[in-house]
Structure formats: C-alpha cells, structure tokens
C-alpha cells in the first residue's frame, strides 16, 4: 500500500546538525512532489519545504532558508532534509508529505528535539 | 495568501452540525484543503480542491470556499470527530504552502 516512513530525528544540541530520511513505498515515486512539513509541541501545522519529481527545483519557508536542503533519490524511492544550524525553534515533528494536488499521503513523523 | 485565520476551537453536540471558518485575503481564488489530525496522529486529507472528498471520506464532511472565508461543514457530528482541524492552500506568488491556525472540534 502507498506509505511514507520518515526517520533520522532525535536530540541535538543547538547548532548542531540532523538529517532526516523518508521512505516512499506503493507509488511511483518520481511522479510527485514532495514536501517536508513540520509541527511543534502543541502548535499548528508549518510547511517547510518541497521539491519537484525529478528533484530539479526546490522552495523553503523562511524560517529555514539558508540552513535546510531538501533532496531526493528517485532510485532509492527517499527524500531527505538535511537540517544545519540547528536552534530551538526547529524542536517539531517532522513529517514527509506526498503532494498531488493536495497533500494526500503523509508519514507518521520523526521528532526532532533541539536542547543543550 | 499569507496567513490562514481559523477559530480557536469548536463545540458541538452530537448530530448538529459544526461550521469551521478559514479566513484569508480573497481566499476565494485559491484552492484550499482540509485536514483532520486527532492526537498523537499525522493529519488526514479531508477536502481537497475547496469540496471534493477522497473516496474514504464521510459524505458528512464538505467544503466551500468564496470571497475571503472559505468553510469546513461537518454534519451529524459524531464522538469520533474530535480532532483538530487545518485548512491549506498553495500560495502561488510565494510558491509556497500556507496553512491556517488550526481548530480543535470538541464533541459535547
């Protein structure tokens, strides 16, 4: 069946650095847009970040432009987001989202935890 | 459309019908989409494309979307339905995703 399965969260210090997977399984991969969206203890849903199928454009929210990339490997059926610069504010859960026109498949999210 | 305003929360008594605004600057000419999330879940595609269901979807929920307010409806509330709830939309000027403040539906 069509599943998204993220992993790579966990505690980092501020400043620090993590790389978040997401495995794609059920669906041709390559034929969707993916994003990254992310959500904070308690707070509301925030969108992060996409990339196109072939992985060939990309766009960020603000709030993390300059300090995350997202890429894909078509291949592998996987999307990454390489996070740097980490700071508090970053502290969410972090899910994978597949985009047709909607965001209609998501993944069960990876927690991210930020704290010295 | 930069921020997507939905009220706080809502309280409803089973099998009313509870009403969830999603309020943006002329959000009438986006397409916008609904998300249920219970706790400890991710969230679940409602709505897409201001009314249409995915097939899974009970024909109790449905959406509008016109002027400034676009709208969730849920009909014949159920216990089950206690959740937040998130509209969406893609703001093309920024090519990127917006969604609103987020609504939790309380079932009395």
């Known amino acids: 069946q069509v599943q998204l399965v993220e992993s790579g969260g966990g505690l980092v210090t501020p400043g620090g650095s993590l790389r978040l997977a997401c495995a794609a399984s059920?669906?041709?991969?390559?034929?969707?847009?993916m994003s990254w969206i992310r959500q904070a203890p308690g707070k509301g849903l925030e969108w992060v970040s996409y990339?196109?199928?072939?992985?060939?454009?990309?766009n960020y929210a603000d709030s993390v432009r300059g300090r995350f990339t997202i890429s894909r490997d078509n291949a592998k059926n996987s999307l990454f987001l390489q996070m740097n610069s980490l700071s508090a504010e970053d502290t969410a859960v972090y899910y994978c989202?597949?985009?047709?026109?909607?965001?209609?498949?998501w993944g069960q999210g990876t927690m991210v935890t930020v704290s010295s | 459309s930069d921020m997507l305003t939905q009220p706080p929360s809502v309280s409803v008594a089973p099998g009313k019908t509870a009403t969830i605004s999603c309020g943006g600057n002329n959000i009438g000419s986006n397409s916008v989409h609904w998300f249920q999330q219970k706790p400890g879940q991710a969230p679940v595609l409602l709505i897409y494309?201001?009314?249409d269901r995915p097939s899974r979807i009970p024909e109790r929920f449905s959406g509008s979307n016109s002027g400034n307010t676009a709208t969730l409806t849920i009909s014949r509330v159920e216990a089950g339905d206690e959740a937040d709830y998130y509209c969406?939309?893609?703001?093309?000027?920024?090519?990127?995703?917006?969604f609103g403040t987020g609504t939790k539906v309380t079932v009395l």
């Open positions: 989202a597949r985009r047709l026109d909607a965001f209609d498949v």
């Open positions: 494309y201001d009314s």
């Open positions: 969406q939309v893609w703001d093309t000027t920024r090519d990127h995703s917006v």
């Open positions: 059920g669906f041709t991969f390559s034929d969707y847009y």
């Open positions: 990339i196109t199928g072939s992985g060939s454009s990309t």
